[in-house]
Nanobody, 117 residues
């Protein structure tokens, strides 16, 4: 089983910031589009942000202006900078490389982000 490894989650107050990291399996990292996703228990996993191999980014509306996805190809790592966090951002966050309707890798354990005062 080959999985990305997410880290950086934790408990933060509303308005706070966190930076998530995704250590990705190598080989295709530099050319693949990578994404961050999040899942609340009982709900489906939702896309949060994407970044192409060339660094083009795309965000879902509810995180635009607050989250920033970036990548370091030399380190095979994708980041998600999350600012002005809201309680509704509470979820388990995952990373993966989308491939059509599926993904290149198995899902990892994710990293839990809890936004609460």
């Amino acid at each position: 089983q080959v999985q990305p490894v997410e880290s950086g989650g934790g408990l933060v107050q509303p308005g706070g910031s966190l930076r998530l990291s995704c250590a990705a399996p190598g080989s295709i990292f530099g050319v693949a589009t990578w994404g961050w996703y999040r899942q609340v228990p009982g709900n489906e996993r939702d896309l949060v942000a994407l970044i192409t191999g060339g660094g083009v980014t795309n965000y879902v509306d509810f995180v635009k202006g607050r989250f920033a996805i970036s990548r370091d190809n030399a380190k095979n790592t994708v980041y998600l900078q999350m600012n002005n966090l809201k309680p509704e951002d509470t979820a388990v966050y995952y990373c993966n490389a989308p491939r059509g309707s599926t993904y290149f890798y198995d899902w990892g354990q994710g990293t839990l982000v809890t936004v609460a005062s």
